[in-house]
T-cell receptor, first 110, second 113 residues
Framework: NAGVTQTPKFRVLKTGQSMTLLCAQD?????MYWYRQDPGMGLRLIHY???????AKGEVPDGYNVSRLKKQNFLLGLESAAPSQTSVYFC?????????FGPGTRLTVT | QQQVKQSPQSLIVQKGGISIINCAYE??????FPWYQQFPGKGPALLIA?????SEKKEGRFTISFNKSAKQFSLHIMDSQPGDSATYFC????????????FGSGTKLNVKP
């Protein structure tokens, strides 16, 4: 039981490049989330999903897209990376009030 | 607009002391208040949580105090240890609205030996 896994762990992008972050969970949770964590700003919700095939915008969705084609996977895409998207990205899944986080992806955009 | 406000931003406590972190919220519709602990390079992990109909919850050295009328809640860490050094986040959520979690800005705790 791996819980929530994220790939890659680290990535450096140049401005304008695109990439996809992959999140996978093996707990059969319906709800999945993508957050970004920046110093002094806590965790901010980017997008979330309440089930396979559904997605919704969170607090800071601009510049990101997501897809949930399979229940266990939640993908976060950056179509044209900007330096403002330098951050640590966390994926999470939840059942009831218990939310489980992945180990994070540290993304740097130069 | 930040839904949950957390203070202090950082905290230094001597080993054996009491660490206190405070949070305040505005929306009375929130129905669950968890605290998360995050070690460097790791994702946050659920530490302890409380419902708004309970004034206090204790698990080991960790206690949540909840003041519904003041819309405030706090985390107390008794007998703080160097291993407690981490970043702590409070959160609030609506259990019946897609489980949306709202996080405080975090408190970096340093427990000195």
């Amino acid at each position: 039981n791996a819980g929530v896994t994220q790939t890659p762990k680290f990535r450096v992008l140049k401005t304008g490049q695109s990439m996809t972050l992959l999140c996978a969970q093996d707990m059969n949770h319906e709800y999945m989330y993508w957050y970004r964590q920046d110093p002094g700003m806590g965790l901010r919700l980017i997008h979330y999903s309440v089930g396979e095939g559904t997605t919704a915008k969170g607090e800071v969705p601009d510049g990101y897209n997501v897809s949930r084609l399979k229940k266990q996977n939640f993908l976060l895409g950056l179509e044209s990376a900007a330096p403002s998207q330098t951050s640590v990205y966390f994926c999470a899944s939840s059942y009831g009030h218990e939310q489980y986080f992945g180990p994070g992806t540290r993304l740097t955009v130069t | 607009q930040q839904q949950v406000k957390q203070s202090p931003q950082s905290l230094i406590v001597q080993k054996g002391g009491i660490s206190i972190i405070n949070c305040a919220y505005e929306n009375t519709a929130f129905d669950y208040f968890p605290w998360y602990q995050q070690f460097p390079g790791k994702g946050p992990a659920l530490l302890i949580a409380i419902r708004p109909d309970v004034s206090e919850k204790k698990e080991g050295r960790f206690t949540i105090s909840f003041n519904k009328s003041a819309k405030q809640f706090s985390l107390h860490i008794m007998d703080s240890q160097p291993g407690d050094s981490a970043t702590y986040f409070c959160a609030a959520l609506y259990l019946y609205n897609f489980n949306k979690f709202y996080f405080g800005s975090g408190t970096k705790l340093n427990v000195k030996p």
